[in-house]
């Protein structure tokens, strides 16, 4: 069974730097998704960005970006320019392919909190 | 564009009491369907999945049930609730079929917060 780790229960970031959240996974499969997901006060998920595991380049949207590892199996994402609306629970995600269904995994998550 | 509708937003139910909650997809077809809960505090826990009409996959034994009687619509259900169904409920859809692409990313529904008293 896939299971994905998130080591920090609690971050905290001043306005404007960068901070770097952690995600390990443990899997067997070759070929996989995996996400960031915020989660807001507001309970909502919001996708903030995803990663093929065939794909060597790292995804980046605008001011996240990811260090994707796949031989140590890690999906760190790193956030520049912390905004006050980054405050969030971040959760990170596993999702194996297997035919028709997407079966996807969270990890326990990282509450960020971004400091004027 | 695609959107998804969960209600009601907020339920507060005594133990016991049967539950519904409804999950609808707009613009969009045959979509793979999800329940998700979430306890205070923890991750997400995936409950069913759904990859058509009448088709249900249940992840772990519970109390809950899960149905989907209409392509684009998905609900999750109990007879008598426990104060441990208490949560946060997610609904998400994929888009439906096969293939290793970029269709695979999950949206999520607004929530359905769940107290059990």
């Known amino acids: 069974a896939q299971t994905v780790t998130q080591s920090q229960p609690e971050m905290s970031v001043q306005e404007a730097e960068t901070v770097t959240l952690s995600c390990t996974y443990d899997?067997?499969?070759?070929?996989?998704?995996l996400f960031w997901y915020k989660q807001p006060p507001s309970r909502q998920m919001i996708l903030v960005i995803r990663?093929?595991?065939?794909?060597?380049q790292n995804a980046t949207e605008n001011r996240f970006s990811v260090n994707f590892q796949k031989a140590a199996k890690s999906f760190s994402l790193k956030i520049s320019d912390s905004q006050l609306g980054d405050t969030a629970m971040y959760f990170c995600a596993f999702m194996k392919h297997a035919g028709n269904n997407n079966d996807m995994r969270f990890g326990a998550g990282t509450r960020l909190t971004v400091k004027p | 564009s695609q959107t998804i509708h969960q209600w009601p937003a907020t339920l507060v139910q005594p133990v016991g009491s049967p539950l519904s909650l409804e999950c609808t997809v707009e613009?969009?077809?045959?979509?793979?369907l999800y329940w998700y809960r979430q306890a205070a505090g923890r991750g997400l826990q995936l409950l069913f999945y759904?990859?058509?009409?009448?088709?249900i996959s249940s992840e772990v034994p519970q109390n809950l049930s899960a149905s989907r009687p209409q392509d684009r619509q998905f609900i999750l259900s109990s007879k008598k609730l426990l104060l441990s169904d208490s949560g946060f409920y997610l609904c998400?859809?994929?888009?439906?079929?096969?293939?290793?692409?970029?269709?695979?990313?999950?949206?999520f529904g607004p929530g359905t917060r769940l107290l059990v008293l």
């Open positions: 759904s990859v058509g009409i009448g088709q």
């Open positions: 998400a859809w994929t888009q439906g079929g096969q293939g290793f692409s970029l269709k695979e990313t999950q949206y």
């Open positions: 899997t067997s499969e070759n070929n996989y998704y």
């Open positions: 613009g969009t077809s045959n979509p793979n």
């Open positions: 990663q093929e595991a065939y794909k060597q």
